[in-house]
């Protein structure tokens, strides 16, 4: 079974530019969280998809945006990005996102804003 | 506002030895307690679990201990191998479909 994929792994953006991150959870998977993992902060929730809805979201400015598609797979969009929105970008997936399933994670998208 | 925490960003432990990595969280609603281990370039994998009605979990080599009067939880990890040594996240969940990580701790197994 094919694990949770992020693509692409490694991204450099200038302050002011958009980016847009992919994510496609395991086959079955209908839940997509998103979390942002910075040294001083640990992962952070961004926001969780159900079934093309968003069921969840954390503290973060509307710049942070998501959706998701019929076929499970996710997409996380920044806008205006700042110096501070370097970080680990990973996704999770999991069947239905209840506390007693395990969150499958990805490998994460490195983004690195100059 | 940090509501999961753990104060320790580092740990180094002989091999062999018993490795104790701590947590702390501020929300007494968290009803479910997991442990997740991150290898570099990988994303987090879920080690261990525990819901609020328990105070003790063990698998394996790794228990997980809840002492919810004290808002605390540990995993200890016995015996400690060199393979063990990875970034610890211990995390907390609330109703609304909402895990709650803290900062990580690195843990480094000396062979």
């Known amino acids: 079974k094919a694990g949770v994929t992020q693509t692409p792994r490694y991204l450099i953006k200038t302050r002011g530019q958009q980016v847009t991150l992919s994510c496609s959870p395991i086959s079955g998977h209908r839940s997509v969280s998103w979390y942002q993992q910075t040294p001083g902060q640990g992962l952070q929730f961004l926001f969780e998809?159900?079934?093309?809805?968003?069921?969840n979201k954390g503290n973060f400015p509307g710049r942070f945006s998501g959706r998701q598609f019929s076929n499970s797979r996710s997409e996380m969009n920044v806008s205006t990005l700042e110096l501070g929105d370097s970080a680990l970008y990973l996704c999770?997936?999991?069947?239905?996102?209840?506390?007693?399933?395990?969150?499958?994670f990805g490998p994460g998208t490195r983004l690195l804003v100059l | 506002d940090q509501q999961v925490k753990q104060n320790s960003p580092s740990l180094s432990v002989q091999e062999g030895r018993i490795s104790i990595l701590n947590c702390d969280y501020t929300n007494s609603m968290f009803d479910y307690f997991l442990w997740y281990k991150k290898y570099p370039a990988e994303g987090p994998t879920f080690l261990i679990s525990i819901s609020s009605i328990k105070d003790k979990n063990e698998d394996g080599r790794f228990t997980v201990f809840l002492n919810k009067s004290a808002k605390h939880l540990s995993l200890h990890i016995v015996p400690s191998q060199p393979g063990d040594s990875a970034v610890y996240f211990c995390a907390a969940w609330y109703t609304g479909n909402q895990f709650y990580f803290g900062t990580g701790t690195s843990l480094t197994v000396i062979p």
């Open positions: 998809y159900f079934s093309e809805t968003q069921r």
């Open positions: 999770a997936s999991s069947l239905t996102a209840w506390r007693e399933e395990t969150q499958y």
